[in-house]
């Protein structure tokens, strides 16, 4: 006997669940989708306990008879595509016709919907696959679907389910992709009978993004530009943030293309290459691009759900995106002109910095060995700080023995004598270093010591950033922060590291909620502890583009002697290029 059997259909419904339904989150999207495909204009998304309890979307859309309701929880049916040509241009976010049968497989359902030219409404109940009769029963217009106990028969997939804080994590995400899709939607998202957002169909896009991002350093949406443009079928609208306001992240980087949420890898690159040499390595930028094409052009039929989409013309998506973004961005005076292109570290091999920068220097380096060559003249020179130009140089009998002579050069490099040469530092990139190693040892013995804040500054949170600060208490604690909720969705910094005073502490925590949000994607704990210290260093370290006093060269010098790895930055970048003076000789013919 053979031993090949066909599958029964909840069978078939609950594998076909396992590609579509990952986590609560995926339902409430698959659910918002439907109501938004049927019409709606207003949403409402009832959640408990993270969804284990329960989920509940309650739309006012066309809403479905009762054959159409007994039907719509069978696998692959759809009232969206009827032929095989449909699938060329699919106009609605579903029509796979998966969706309600494979939720209807792994979860109690109860659905009542009610279509405009209606009396009364019909009711179904479903549980684990096995399906109750269609009864009429009293509602509204429309449709409410209430998911009870996911997974309650797959005890295996139930284990998997994080905290409720970190699924309601989740499905915050998939409601503010919908919310901000669908900007004349009216929204309202309820966890454990509070309402956590509203937004009405009034609410335009910079305001839902207000809403749906309270950071806490400053408002998003002011440091947004917006661009638009529009050619050959493609239309691209963006709101794009600021270098200033960029993250340790992409998660800030939301693609629409014909108001469905989408990753593209095209589209990422494109995006990073807008903001090449604008951002410093390991930043990424705050991006929300609406693309809008007609649906011929693109398939979306690539992914169960249906977050990649095959473009047929991927150049020319690419192309656009990067000319509308870049255009923008260059034409906008970003706050800190002329200093950004100088964040590029020395022995940088990216392409972005401009020749004319390599010629300033090179120029100030003549200039500097022009003065100094007659080696009486430097004892003289040292005493006259003010000497003509930008060049600057001292000599100091009483400073180490290598670091006699030195100068710093466009604010952000310092050349010094060494005893068989000269070497160039980075002095950012050599600061960031000394900081770092200073922090690994303080922390490697104890806590790091903190200062209580005059006036404790508070910030809003969102439940993910909450649930990440909480599980990481013992990291922030380490770290000398000391954090106090302050409200439902608000907290408060009330101590904060000493070595760290001038950072603005806001802004760090920020950067650390992102940092930690992707703990989740497997940073062990000492990994992490190492990029937040990373962080830490690179925020107070002095920057380039800073004027220098003598006394903090010479400090910074000092402790370059004491620093184990002072040649590489923390993020391995070298820190310091050395040049010896029998080179020097060799190349001004003088052996
Ligand atoms: P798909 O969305 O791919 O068509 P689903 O399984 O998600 O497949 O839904 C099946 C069908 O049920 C839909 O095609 C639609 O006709 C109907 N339906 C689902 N949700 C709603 C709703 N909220 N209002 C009206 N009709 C709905
Ligand atoms: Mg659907």
């Known amino acids: 006997m053979g031993q090949i059997a066909v599958l029964d259909q909840n069978m078939v419904n609950m594998i076909a669940a396992g590609e579509v339904i990952e986590r609560p989150a995926s339902v409430v999207k698959e659910l918002v989708e439907n109501s938004i495909d049927a019409g709606a204009t207003k949403i409402t998304v009832t959640i408990e306990d993270g969804g284990r309890k329960l989920m509940s979307i309650t739309d006012n859309g066309c809403g479905m008879d009762a054959d159409d309701l007994a039907r719509a929880f069978e696998s692959h049916t759809t009232s969206k595509i009827k032929a095989s040509s449909d699938l060329l241009g699919i106009s609605t976010l579903g029509f796979r016709g998966e969706a309600l049968a494979s939720i209807a497989s792994i979860a109690q359902i109860r659905a009542v919907s009610r279509t405009k030219d209606s009396t009364c409404a019909n009711c179904i109940e479903i549980d684990c696959g096995s399906k109750g009769i269609v009864s009429p029963c009293s509602a509204d217009y429309g449709t409410t679907i209430q998911i009870r106990d996911i997974f309650y028969?797959?005890?295996?997939?139930?284990?998997f389910l994080k905290t409720a804080n970190t699924e309601m994590g989740h499905i915050t995400e998939q409601f503010t992709r919908i919310a901000l899709a669908n900007e004349n939607l009216d929204l309202t998202l309820i966890r454990n009978g509070k309402e956590l957002y509203r937004l009405s169909d009034k609410d335009d896009l910079r305001r839902r993004i207000t809403k749906l991002f309270p950071m806490s350093s400053s408002d998003i949406s002011e440091n947004l530009i917006e661009a638009e443009s529009s050619e050959k079928g493609l239309h691209v609208h963006t709101l794009m943030g600021k270098p200033l306001i960029s993250r340790t992240n992409n998660r800030?980087?939301?693609v629409f293309l014909n108001g469905r949420f989408i990753r593209d890898k095209f589209i990422s690159h494109a995006?990073?290459?807008?903001?090449r040499g604008l951002l410093e390595p390991g930043r990424f930028p705050v991006v929300f691009l609406f693309i809008r094409m007609r649906f011929e052009d693109y398939?979306?039929?690539?992914?169960?759900?249906k977050i990649e989409v095959r473009f047929y013309n991927a150049n020319l998506v690419h192309s656009q995106i990067l000319g509308a973004l870049r255009e923008k961005l260059?034409?906008?005076n970003l706050e800190m002109p002329g200093k950004l292109p100088e964040m590029q570290h020395a022995g940088s091999t990216s392409r972005s910095s401009p020749p004319a920068r390599d010629h300033r220097i090179a120029d100030a380096m003549a200039e500097f060995f022009r003065k100094h060559r007659p080696v009486q003249m430097q004892q003289q020179l040292g005493f006259h700080p003010s000497s003509p130009g930008k060049v600057h140089a001292v000599s100091r009998e009483k400073s180490a023995q290598y670091d006699r002579i030195y100068l710093q050069i466009h604010d952000s490099f310092i050349v010094a004598q060494t005893e068989d040469g000269f070497v160039i530092i980075d002095q950012h990139a050599l600061h960031e270093r000394i900081i770092y190693e200073d922090l690994c040892r303080r922390i490697r013995k104890n806590k790091l010591q903190s200062q209580r804040l005059l006036i404790p500054e508070s910030f809003e949170v969102t439940v993910s950033a909450a649930e990440a600060l909480k599980a990481n208490a013992e990291l922030t604690d380490k770290l000398g922060i000391e954090l106090v909720p302050f409200g439902p969705r608000t907290m408060a910094v009330q101590a904060f590291p000493t070595l760290l005073s001038s950072v603005q502490p806001l802004d760090f925590i920020q950067d650390l909620i992102d940092l930690l949000d992707r703990k989740d994607a497997g940073l062990d704990a000492e990994r992490l502890l190492d990029e937040v210290l990373n962080m830490a260093a690179c925020k107070a370290a002095i920057k380039a583009g800073q004027k220098l006093t003598d006394s903090e060269i010479e400090q910074l010098l000092a402790d370059r002697q004491q620093t184990e790895s002072a040649s590489r930055c923390p993020h391995g970048r070298?820190?310091?290029i050395k040049f010896s003076i029998s080179e020097l000789e060799k190349q001004f013919k003088r052996t």
Request: hydrophobic residues 30%.
């Open 153 to 159: 028969k797959l005890p295996a997939r139930r284990k």
């Open 252 to 254: 800030f980087q939301y």
């Open 271 to 275: 995006i990073k290459e807008a903001y």
């Open 299 to 305: 398939d979306v039929n690539v992914h169960p759900t």
């Open 330 to 332: 260059l034409g906008t």
């Open 574 to 576: 070298p820190t310091t």
